[in-house]
Each structure stands twice: as C-alpha cells, then as structure tokens.
C-alpha cells in the first residue's frame, strides 16, 4: 500500500523560499560547479523512509545564528476588493456558458474558433506547430501576436496564411526566440459564447446559494479567508528569509545536504514522470534549462535546506521549545485525519515508519516558525502589491 511522504521542514519552507544563501565563512565549501547531482532514487511501498537521522549533529558546529527575532516584515492587504469578487463572479457565469454556431458572418474578436494549422520554420513544418480540430478563442493570447488577429475576417472553409516572427525571449522553446514563421490555417467552424445572466434564479439553480447577494457574500468570505492565509504564508516567508541572511554558516553538514538533494530530485522526477511522460532530462530541458543549472540549483536548495533544519535546531534549543512524546503522537494522529499521510492503520505505525526521532524535528520545527512569526514586527498592515 502506498504511504504519501511526509513532506520534511525544508519542503515546506524552502520550496516556497527564494534560494538565498547565508553569509558562509567556510572557505572548503563546495562550489556548485564542483558538485555531482545525488541520483533521485524511487520510493516504493516497501522502503523504509529513507530521511537520515540529525539528532546527532550539532548544530552550532555549522551555523551562527543572528537576530532572529523582531525581525521587521511588510505584510499586504488583506481587502477584497469588488474587481476580485467580480472576477469569481465572470468565472463562475462562463462555466455555465453556451455556445453557439455561426454560419453567416466572419470570425470576430471573442469567437471561438475551430482549426487546423501547420507551421513552418525556413519552409520545414517544425514540432509542436500543428494541430487538427484545435479549439481557439480569438483574443485569448493563447498563440503569438498575430496569430489571432489574422483570422479575424476569415469565413468557415477558408485557409489563412500568417507570416509571423516568434517572440524573442521565447521561453516556450527558445530554439525558435525570434525567428519567423509561417502558418497555414484552415477556419473550419465558428463559434460565439453566450453568458448567463447573474440573477438571483441562475444563483439558485446552479450554486447552494438563493440570491446573488447571498452568493457574493460568500465569495468575499472565501476571499478574505484566502487572502488571510496568503499574507501569513508570505509574512513567514519573509521573515525565515531574513533569519538566514542574518545567520553565518560555518561548514554545511554534507550528508544533509545531499538527502536534501535527492529530495528535489525525486519532486522534480515524479513531475517529469507522472505528469509529462518524460524522463528527469528531458522535463528540464524541454523547458529550457540544463541539467548543470539543475543541478546547481539542487546543490542550493540542499545547503539552504540543510542550514535551514539547523538554524530551526538553534533557536529551538535557545528558546527552550521542547516536543513531548504525547505531542508526537497527536501530531502523526493530525497527520493521519488531515489526509497528509496514507495507507497506515493508527498512530503507532506512522511513527514506526517516519522515526520519533523525525516526527518530533518536524513538530519541533512548525513550533519554531510559531514563534518567530510571532516575534516578527508587522511595518504595515495595509501594504498593497
């Protein structure tokens, strides 16, 4: 049976961060050209959870903690403004709109239009630049400027030719950044949307709600409500952000660093896999990086992972913050009822398969955030994007 991993304090945090690093002192420490990507390995039902045990490291043996707490953050409104309730409101009428055929005019900004279409590079149709019975909707931006606009005055059955120039940058594929092209469309039906309505009677038959006040009510609440966890979500951000700029590191503990590592491989590995097909190079390439930018980046999510975990170490020590072995079972409970981990019978075997020693790092490192949150001084609560 499939057991989820738990997603480790580095996840949680430093995925979300920027990769900012530390002031090191160490001059022995590993340059990113210099490092060899750890190989992602792949988890099964079977495997034991592979995260190394860290309560033997010291963690004043590799980083000099700094201020770290009134650690200054602006944070943004939290306000929902009518434009955001507005925009729930137009997703939700063009869920439920219809569309119609149009047989007797020419396409139209806003049509939806059917077609085929090849594409040529230097008179050779390239990958990726056809299509047959592709759905468009005209002004979209779904295509390159032009693409659109061209058909616009075209009828049913008539064929296109649109010589074009790709974007230059063009991160789609870079390979084609500002070359020109030629497309070759055929129109092959035409389509005009039709929205509902927002009436108090569309409301009724088509959400839980009876009135349109009552519905944009509720938009705003869920916003709010959004918008509240986005703010703490980057007030957090920020702060942990600023803690370890002010931090020294000594030396980065080099068996973390490469779990850490692995760890970002296997994410990107499964995306690359489940998702697309692919294989790990060929998801990265295909958007336009390399494997040696990967793999530096893999190096600097391991160091700042790996300092990370022991800064958290620090202040917990310093701050007296301490984990019962009750909390830890309350935690693998929560773990189990919020449907963060799968597949196990009760509490015991959750902290069989994770480590006490880990299940309580990771309580111990959510209480550390806790606290630095709220030690953090908001500069301004009114802060707009």
Do not use: H
């Not at 925009?87 to 569309?99: E, R």
């Not at 600097?300 to 958290?312: K, N, W």
């Amino acid at each position: 049976m499939f057991k989820k991993r738990l997603m480790s304090f580095a996840l949680v945090m430093v995925m979300g961060l920027s990769l900012v690093a530390c002031n090191s002192k160490d001059k022995n420490t590993t340059d990113a050209t210099d490092t060899t990507t750890v190989a992602a390995g792949e988890e099964t039902t079977t495997a034991p959870f592979n995260k190394i045990d860290t309560s033997n490291l010291v963690w004043s043996d590799y980083v000099t903690l700094g201020e770290y707490k009134g650690i200054e953050v602006q944070v943004k409104s939290v306000e929902v403004t009518e434009d955001d309730i507005q925009a729930k409101v137009d997703s939700l009428l063009s869920y439920y709109a219809t569309s119609t055929d149009v047989t007797d005019r020419a396409v139209q900004d806003g049509d939806v239009v059917n077609i085929d279409y090849t594409g040529y590079i230097d008179g050779v149709a390239f990958d990726g630049g056809s299509a047959t019975g592709a759905s468009l909707t005209i002004g979209s931006g779904q295509f390159i400027d032009g693409f659109e606009t061209g058909l616009i005055g075209a009828n049913i059955g008539d064929e296109v030719k649109l010589n074009l120039t790709f974007p230059n940058p063009y991160l789609n594929n870079p390979d084609y950044a500002g070359k020109a092209v030629q497309f070759d469309v055929k129109v092959n039906s035409i389509q005009v949307k039709e929205t509902p309505e927002l009436t108090d009677e569309f409301i009724a038959n088509n959400t839980s709600y009876k009135t349109v006040d009552e519905y944009k009510a509720s938009v705003k609440e869920s916003l709010e409500a959004s918008k509240a966890e986005d703010v703490k979500s980057d007030k957090l951000n920020n702060v942990w952000n600023t803690i370890i700029d002010n931090c020294t590191v000594i030396s980065y503990p080099e068996e973390l660093v490469a779990q850490y590592q692995t760890e970002m491989n296997d994410y990107y590995e499964q995306i690359a896999t489940n998702y697309y097909g692919k294989t790990l190079e060929e998801y990265i390439t295909g958007n336009g990086s390399t494997m040696d930018d990967f793999n530096k980046k893999t190096l600097e999510y391991g160091q700042t992972s790996a300092i990370s975990e022991m800064i958290a170490r620090g202040i917990a020590e310093k701050e007296s913050i301490t984990v019962s072995d009750d909390e830890v079972k309350e935690y693998a409970q929560s773990l189990i009822d919020d449907g963060t981990v799968t597949g196990f019978d009760d509490v015991d075997a959750v902290i069989e398969y994770y480590s006490q020693n880990y299940l309580r790092l990771s309580l111990t490192f959510q209480k550390v955030l806790e606290y630095v949150e709220e030690q953090a001084v908001e500069k301004t609560a009114t802060v707009t994007e």
